[in-house]
């Protein structure tokens, strides 16, 4: 018997199915092992040696691959077929090794571009070895990755207090977005005018011109720049007599664009579907693995992490087959469309990403969710269109021209002669008006025209646009920053780590952002240079292709980073903040309407306004403190986003106290009641969340967030109340001493019971992670009948399960979660959801916790544990 290791285990039940009984699959469920979070992990004076990982959950599906190995005749290593994947089964092969289990073993490497049965056969037929060079270049990856961050984000701790962390390829992203904002605020709108007019001849149907020459010159965009102006082009309009001077009908042609690669259908998603790169990277992924087609699981879509544009022949030959039986043979050119990636790299050339088999329409596949047909639908167009005839179009040109040669419109329009790949796809872009008709009326040369109605319009330059999700990975990609695989991660963890929000799709950088990235470009400005991370990129694909070694240029770059940091260790914190007010000046303090210098003190008027940092991060104050304690948040004018003075919202009924909105040192803040003036208590306060808008806080939003935190309900294990609330890092839930972060602010106030104990059971099997991450369906079942929601199976730390908005069910044992039906799944859900706790069950917990032995046993063991953490940091 053969073991066969694969990443997912959708995808093992698939595999599994189509090699039969000699064959095992098990799931690797991803990567088995990790650099852990903290310092020495990678060594420089050891050579580079790496300490690696695996958390609770790896270890257990490491120890199942290692019982079925050692109980088969061989290891078949089946990982995905790029960087990543051959990387998971180096790390397979070095941890099976470790454990003993390849005595005698045969190894061998598979690599498939599709989920079908032709495909994983045609593997099996045609073993590798591992490549080594592929794996030599993720570890220099990881490990350059590691050093950056790890050596950089303690520097920005000491010199920046509240800033987290900086990692090699988010912070030159984030200069890009902190770049275009600059450009933004520095930009100065110049008025221009255009002039249009109605024109027809020859008993024609009137069309638009616009004018192109006045006083005998050619009218560019700033030739007209008043109303004065628009005024004067109007009149010589009106008192000429015009004729057509020429008509020009040009043919065009326009072919169709190439399949898709990662980064292409990133782009197009988000323009098309309104996705990000996560949602449609988790789509693709389960396009990629399959749904179950006729009693068998086959996978639809090819791999999607891919920079590679070109097809296999067998695959061109069934898409020009489809594109015949389907349009007919004026739509199939005479010879095939070949396509040639202008990447450098070749890292991973694998195929386009295209659907497995043409003939499989995108409205046959009524399995599918509304996400996968929408992408599914997509990727089928673009890989049909890209091998479908040219599209033809006439374009045609009309100059009128007055007698005198003074003046002059013109008038341009275009028609679609034959729609050619039109007909089933056109490329999401700003120009898309142009695959619509424009036609213009048939005019004949030397006619008279009468020209009517002209029009001055008045415009404004506009500053260029912040980046979207598309707009940002096309840059990234131009600049040759990152890899399409990783642009998902790129943008998420610049979220997570609040250095920019989004808003209506497009990215705007936080102050927190701004403040690193001008740290950076100051202190460590090489490290952000777009040439110089592409460089980097560059040579890693030198390693992955066997022409440098990974070690002695991980050398070459750490003398050199490791310099840098060292002469930062001087450096104090005043030269830190001045290089950061002369950076930020502009934004941080702009000019005042009245005249007065943007940094003097608006209440002392004698002390200059300053950035400074203080235990939770930055703000502006005086440089006369303590004299002056005038100060502001960053990125806040002082009229502000908050209110100018105090605000009263409302009474509290329970207390008669009133609610106030007030502003701090640290933002907007609610307030009840005043500080009790005998004996100086503090009145209860809570922080404004940064979403939301404290100029339009009422009354109940504000109640929501002075009745933090919120009580869940008791844990089901030992009747512990578990809390939700917003802290300093944002939303959570608590449980004794275990937080785990939420995904929004909402989630404070309506998380369940169920919800939050998986939060934090996630938590407890990835402590290291920075929050919780969404877990993803193994299977989807079908939506709710009364709420028309995905019911899916998952695999949870304790088993399988099924989920239905907040509301998890155990599947019981003895139930296939492979065969689970939509009938059985919704019957669990009910049947949970008549057993959610009550608020009777909070007197369980005052029991629990009156237990003398068990709180003494508690208490004594979390000492234990503590003190062997602290000993172990020490070794550390």
């Not at 694998?350 to 659907?355: L, T, W």
């Not at 780590?497 to 470009?521: H, Q, W």
């Not at 070690?551 to 260790?569: C, G, I, P, Y």
């Not at 907040?806 to 859900?829: F, H, R």
Request: charged share 30%; with cysteine; proline share 6%.
């Amino acid at each position: 018997m053969q073991v066969v290791i694969v990443e997912s285990p959708s995808k093992a039940k698939t595999i599994n199915k189509y090699l039969g009984s000699d064959y095992k699959v098990l799931a690797s469920y991803g990567h088995i092992r990790d650099l852990p979070s903290k310092n020495g992990s990678v060594d420089p004076e050891a050579d580079f040696s790496m300490i690696w990982e695996s958390d609770a959950r790896s270890k257990k599906h490491v120890s199942d691959i290692v019982d079925a190995v050692k109980a088969a005749d061989g290891v078949i290593l089946a990982t995905d077929p790029d960087r990543e994947g051959e990387a998971i089964s180096w790390h397979l092969l070095e941890v099976l090794d470790k454990k003993k289990a390849l005595k005698d073993k045969s190894i061998q490497r598979v690599a498939f571009n599709a989920i079908t049965k032709r495909a994983v056969e045609e593997a099996i037929a045609n073993p590798r070895t591992i490549d080594q060079d592929l794996v030599d270049a993720y570890l220099a990856r990881r490990a350059l990755d590691y050093l950056v961050g790890f050596t950089l984000s303690p520097v920005l701790w000491r010199k920046l207090p509240g800033a987290r962390s900086a990692g090699r390829v988010q912070s030159v992203a984030l200069r890009l977005i902190c770049e275009r904002e600059l450009e933004i605020e520095k930009f100065i709108a110049e008025e221009f005018w255009t002039l249009e007019a109605n024109v027809s001849a020859d008993d024609s149907p009137q069309f638009a011109a616009r004018l192109v020459k006045l006083d005998g010159t050619k009218v560019e965009k700033f030739t007209l720049t008043t109303e004065e102006d628009g005024s004067r082009a109007k009149k010589a309009v009106e008192d000429a007599q015009f004729l057509i001077k020429s008509v020009e009908a040009k043919p065009t042609r326009r072919n169709p664009a190439a399949p898709f690669t990662t980064s292409t259908l990133q782009q197009e998603a988000s323009r098309k579907l309104g996705f990000n790169a996560r949602r449609t990277m988790q789509t693709a992924q389960r396009l990629y693995e399959g749904i179950t087609i006729g009693g068998e699981t086959t996978g639809l879509i090819t791999y999607m992490r891919t920079d590679g544009i070109d097809m296999a022949p067998e695959a061109v030959m069934a898409v020009r087959d489809e594109i015949k039986s389907t349009f007919g043979a004026d739509y199939l050119p005479s010879s095939p469309r070949m396509y040639k990636s202008k990447q450098k790299n070749a890292q991973e050339a694998h195929e386009c990403i295209r659907p497995t088999n043409f003939a499989r329409h995108p409205d046959a596949l009524k399995q599918l969710d509304q996400d996968q047909y929408r992408l599914y639908d997509l990727i089928w167009k673009r890989a049909m269109a890209c091998q479908m005839e040219t599209a033809r179009l006439e374009q045609t040109t009309i100059d009128i021209e007055s007698r005198d040669g003074k003046t002059g419109l013109r008038a341009t329009g275009s028609v679609v002669v034959f729609d050619g790949f039109l007909k089933l796809y056109a490329e999401g872009r700003d120009d898309t008006e142009d695959e619509k008709d424009r036609s213009l009326p048939k005019v004949s040369e030397g006619s008279d025209a009468q020209v009517t109605d002209p029009t001055p319009e008045q415009h404004f330059t506009q500053p260029p646009p912040r980046f979207t999700e598309a707009s940002l990975v096309k840059r990234l990609e131009e600049l040759g920053i990152g890899r399409p695989s990783t642009y998902a991660s790129i943008i998420s963890t610049l979220q997570d780590r609040s250095y920019v929000t989004m808003d209506k799709n497009r990215f705007i950088p936080d102050d927190k952002g701004r403040i690193v990235t001008a740290f950076l470009e100051n202190f460590f400005g090489r490290y952000v240079e777009y040439d110089f991370t592409a460089k980097l990129e560059e040579t890693l694909d030198d390693i992955s292709n066997g022409e440098m070694a990974w070690k002695a240029f991980l050398r070459r770059f750490w003398d050199e980073f490791h310099a840098r940091v060292e002469d930062m260790s001087d450096l104090r914190i005043s030269e830190v903040l001045d290089a950061l007010n002369e950076a930020l000046g502009p934004h941080i303090f702009p000019q005042r309407e009245d005249g007065r210098p943007p940094r003097e003190c608006p209440t002392c008027g004698e002390g200059e306004l300053s950035l400074k940092v203080g235990r939770y991060g930055a703000f502006i104050g005086c440089s006369r403190y303590p004299e002056c304690k005038h100060t502001r948040p960053l990125g806040q004018s002082e009229q502000g986003n908050a209110p100018a003075e105090d605000r009263q919202l409302g009474v509290d009924p329970d207390t008669s106290q009133a609610v106030w909105l007030k502003s701090g040192r640290f933002g907007p803040y609610v307030q009840l009641g005043e500080p009790d003036p005998d004996t100086k208590e503090k009145p209860k306060r809570s922080s404004i969340p940064k979403s939301w808008d404290a100029a339009s806080l009422d009354f109940d939003k504000a109640m929501k967030l002075l009745a933090l935190p919120r009580d869940v309900g008791p844990h089901p294990e030992d009747g512990e109340m578990i809390e939700a609330s917003l802290g300093r890092y944002g939303p959570y839930v608590k449980h004794g001493k275990l937080y785990a972060n939420l995904e929004s602010i909402d989630d404070v106030f309506d998380i369940g019971i169920n919800r939050a104990v998986a939060v934090l059971e996630d938590k407890k099997a990835n402590p290291r992670g920075r929050g919780r991450s969404a877990a993803k369906p193994q299977r989807e079942l079908g939506n709710h009948p009364d709420t028309d929601e995905l019911v899916a199976v998952y695999d949870g730390r304790y088993g399988p399960y099924v989920k239905h908005q907040k509301t998890n069910a155990t599947i019981p044992q003895g139930v296939d979660p492979a065969e689970i039906t939509l009938e059985q799944a919704l019957e669990l859900i009910s049947a949970r959801e008549a057993k959610k706790p009550t608020k009777k069950k909070k007197t369980a917990k005052k029991k629990s916790a009156k237990k003398p032995a068990k709180k003494k046993t508690t208490k004594k063991a979390a000492k234990k544990a503590t003190k062997k953490t602290t000993n172990s940091a020490g070794k550390d």
